[in-house]
DNA sequence: GTCTATAAGATGATAGAC
DNA sequence: GTCTATCATCTTATAGAC
């Protein structure tokens, strides 16, 4: 008797596929048979892999979250400086807008949160949380070493950071400009640098 | 012989209920079925105000941006100073997110940009280029008056304060958090003020 | 200005064959 | 795992009566 032993390889691709989509376009304007038609299968085979649009959003973003997990474990885990690793961050969002001006999948999906499936907008909510708290961390220790400078408490300057990086990918969105997103993202970071 | 005199009631609460649906869910989550069942009439009498979606869009994108642009006139007719006039332009955004937290209607739209009809993007475009200059004049004003202190370009740091208010709206939202929005904007206009 | 009626197309989803 | 076939529902939009 041979057990079923699905080795993932579309699964993975549908995940990539509809995560490139909404942060293009968004949850409500991406659909089945855009997945269908990129995959060159039938949307009912989708269904096989994820049986509701909520059930395909919930493993996007476990997955996201663990992979963005992933990349902050590894700018932690350099010797760099805390100022080096907001940078490093500030680059992973560089990237992804360098892509197409696609936003931050999470950014994406906050401004549509009020249409999500409440599974998805949860994992949104946690996106948040974590990167808030894994950016007060970075902040307080630079601080702690004399290199990072702000008033107030770390988590608060966390958030604004995080505000200000996916609000610059929304302005430089709206405005349909390339450049805008690393001026502001380079700029907000220097003003963090202890004098 | 009469002729025809639209009162533009309808039209205008059209507008206003398209205008809070699309603050709340976006332009690719509401339907003309959504304004019927508000409206208490049919889909068909929308479309004799607005022949398409995308002329409702570009007409709700019109009548927000001349509103917008009077709200900013009357900040600035004002005989206060331009320290004042940056917390009133944030507190424009700050009774918006009070609101059920919406978000900025060009914020939304600027998610959705890629999915929106050519001409509606535009206007989203124009609603950000008008409200950066307004803020860079009151910003340089601010700078003339040795009232605020910033590094770089007035322009740019008008992008930027554009960035944090429209980043806060959507991490704050992401965070379904109801006072993360103006503790982020306080704090920025803090660091604004000139020693 | 609003209605009924209608249309074509998209969408999320399921049943059952292969 | 993928297919065909089918479904109910929603969505934008038009024609023509009132």
New interface residues.
């Given amino acids: 008797m041979t057990i079923a032993k699905p080795n993932g390889r579309t699964r993975d691709r549908i995940l990539d596929i509809a995560q490139r989509l909404i942060q293009?376009?968004?949850y409500?304007?991406f659909s089945f048979s855009d997945l269908a038609k990129e995959l060159g299968i039938r949307t009912a085979s989708i269904h096989y892999h994820f049986p509701t649009k909520a059930d395909l959003g919930v493993a996007l973003l476990r997955r996201y979250r663990q992979n963005f997990r992933d990349e902050l474990g590894g700018i932690a885990a350099r010797a760099d400086n805390p100022l080096r690793h907001l940078a490093r961050f500030a680059a992973l969002f560089e990237r992804t807008f360098s892509a197409d001006?696609q936003?931050c999948l999470?950014?994406?999906?906050?401004?549509?949160?009020?249409?999500l499936p409440k599974p998805v907008?949860g994992e949104?909510?946690r996106?948040?949380?974590e990167t808030?708290r894994w950016l007060a961390q970075v902040l307080a220790a630079g601080k702690s070493a004399g290199l990072v400078a702000f008033?107030?408490t770390a988590r608060?300057q966390a958030?604004?950071l995080?505000?200000?990086?996916?609000?610059?990918?929304?302005?430089a969105?709206?405005?349909?400009h390339g450049t805008?997103f690393q001026?502001?993202a380079r700029?907000?970071l220097?003003?963090l640098k202890a004098a």
Same sequence: chains 1, 2.
């Fill in positions: 293009s376009r968004g409500n304007a001006n936003l999470c950014g994406m999906l906050s401004a549509e949160v009020a249409t907008a949104v909510e996106f948040f949380e808030e008033d107030g608060a958030r604004m995080l505000a200000v990086l996916e609000g610059a990918m929304v302005v969105r709206g405005m349909r805008h001026g502001m700029d907000y220097a003003k």
